[in-house]
Structure formats: structure tokens, C-alpha cells
């Protein structure tokens, strides 16, 4: 009876799965989730493209280091989110084929709502978590781009840091592609989070700010987050000024090789859009 009680959604459950998804209803919300989604997948290859040059640029002079980001990364990087976008599509598809079947959406977005999905039965809920289906597509099809890109120029990058070239590097490039070591996944997980706005909360603050939302009056009264924070840290690491100082980048320029080299990108290309929007 008391597990019963307990798996038994209660009015509060309810109020708020009908909240979040009005919140969600709104076509306006839908699209600036796609444009976010496709100006960060922009960013994402610009930063590819531009790390080769900061790492030959940082790799050069009296205390040079090794190489540690290459220009082949690129066209791997536009391979693997070609790929992706077949893989992305069966993945939306999967998310919208719950409205039919009644399954739970599987996005991290509403989880953070602090919503409790299905709360409301029967082809009631289903319209209502309507919205919870159309944002759960949409990022899982830009997951799969990002996800499916970062990880065959993260593999062309440990082919090459290998030493190999020639028919040895393409080998070694597709080996590991079919054999996925747990750290290339991982790696090209946190990218794909990264950059759909995803990312786990870090800091002890938000950690705990996120968890005093499990309470009603304080989930009603900000109702997202960890997606926010998420997108406040994107903006802070890629924009002019904010990008010198964030701990992030501050980090990556101490901690040299290939984070080093990005965190040189996102602030070379900050300052280079800054200075065309004021000229």
C-alpha cells in the first residue's frame, strides 16, 4: 500500500506536467530550441576548423610543444555529423512515435522541470506531453550530428597523435570508429551535451540551487534551471571579454596540448565576430 501510494501521481504531479507543458506549447519556444540547437552546431565546426590554426600558432617559438589538434579534424568532423543526420532523424523519429505509443520522452530538458511524466493518463496526457515529444526530437536529433561528428574527429586526432600517416592513419582512423573505446565515447558525449545546452551542473551553487527546486513553490517559481546555466556558461566561454576569464578557458590555456589549442579557439573567434560587430 505505502509503495502504491508513493508511485501514485499526486495533483501537484499533475499540475505541473500540464504547467511545463504549457510552457512548452508555444511555437516561438519550439523554434528558438531549433535555432539554438543549429547556431551552436555552427559554432561547434567553426571551433574544429579554427583549433588547428591556434595549436600551429602555440606549437612554434622557444619553448615549443608538440602538436596536439590537426587540420584533418575537420573533414572528419563534417563525415561524422553527415552520418549523423540519418542517425539524428531514426532518433527523432523514435521521440515523436511516443506520442502514439504513450512512452516516455527521454529528454534531460524535462526531467529538469522537475515534471513527473505521465501523471496524467489515458489520450489526455498524451496531447498534453505533446511538446515534452517535439523538444525531446529535436535534441536528440542534434545530439546525434554533434555526437556522431565529435567522435570521428576525436578518433582522427588519437590516429594522428600516434604518429601514422598515409594508409596507416586511415586505418587506424576507421579501427577505432568500429571499436569505440569507452574514452572516445565518453568524450564525444560530453560534446554533444555541450552543445545542446546539456551539460551536468558542476559547481557545488548550482548543485544545490538545483536541488531546493525539487520543492513545489520553488519549481513553480523558476521552472528551468540547469538549462539556462547551461546556456549563460556556453554564451560566457564563446563571447568578447567574458571568454578571458572564464574558468573554463582559463584552465584550458594552463593546461596546454589540445585543450590549450581550443580554448585559444573559442577566444580567437569571440574577439574576431566582436571586432566585425563593432566595425
Known amino acids: 500500500r505505502g509503495l502504491a501510494k508513493i508511485l501514485t501521481p499526486t495533483w501537484t504531479d499533475k499540475f505541473f506536467e ?12 519550439q523554434l528558438r530550441n ?4 543549429v547556431q551552436a552546431l555552427g559554432a561547434r565546426v567553426l571551433e574544429v576548423g579554427t583549433s588547428p590554426l591556434m595549436d600551429t600558432i602555440l606549437s ?10 590537426w587540420v584533418g579534424e575537420l573533414p572528419a568532423e563534417a563525415r561524422g555529423m553527415w552520418r549523423g543526420i540519418g ?4 532518433a527523432a523519429g523514435a521521440e515523436l512515435q511516443k506520442i502514439i505509443t504513450g512512452a516516455v520522452p527521454i529528454s534531460s530538458r524535462i526531467e529538469e522541470a522537475g515534471v513527473r511524466q505521465q501523471a496524467i493518463g489515458g489520450v489526455t496526457g498524451r496531447i498534453i506531453r505533446i511538446p515534452f515529444n517535439l523538444l ?28 601514422l600517416a598515409g594508409a596507416e592513419l586511415v586505418k587506424r582512423h576507421a579501427g577505432l570508429l ?19 545546452f546539456q551539460s551536468d551542473l558542476a ?20 521552472p528551468f534551471f540547469k538549462t539556462p546555466v547551461d546556456i549563460a556558461k556556453w554564451i560566457a566561454n564563446r563571447a568578447p571579454l567574458t571568454s578571458l576569464v572564464t574558468p573554463r578557458n582559463l584552465k584550458g590555456l594552463m593546461a ?9 579557439a573559442r577566444i580567437f573567434i569571440a574577439h574576431a565576430f566582436g571586432a566585425v560587430g563593432v566595425t
Open 87 to 90: 542517425l539524428g532523424a531514426k
Open 60 to 69: 612554434v617559438g622557444g619553448k615549443a610543444r608538440s602538436r596536439a589538434v
Open 34 to 37: 531549433i535555432s539554438g540547437n
Open 256 to 264: 596546454g596540448g589540445a585543450e590549450q589549442s581550443e580554448a585559444a
Open 18 to 29: 500540464v504547467r511545463t507543458s504549457m510552457l512548452l506549447t508555444n511555437p516561438v519556444t
Open 136 to 163: 525531446s526530437a529535436t535534441d536528440e536529433f542534434f545530439k546525434a550530428i554533434l555526437r556522431e561528428g565529435a567522435l570521428d574527429s576525436r578518433a582522427y586526432r588519437i590516429a594522428k597523435s600516434e604518429g
Open 203 to 222: 559547481s557545488p551553487l548550482t548543485k544545490g540551487i538545483n536541488l531546493a527546486r525539487r520543492h513545489p513553490v520553488v519549481r513553480f517559481v523558476v
Open 178 to 196: 568500429k571499436e569505440l573505446p569507452p574514452d572516445l565515447v565518453k568524450a564525444a558525449n560530453l560534446i554533444a551535451k555541450e552543445f545542446t
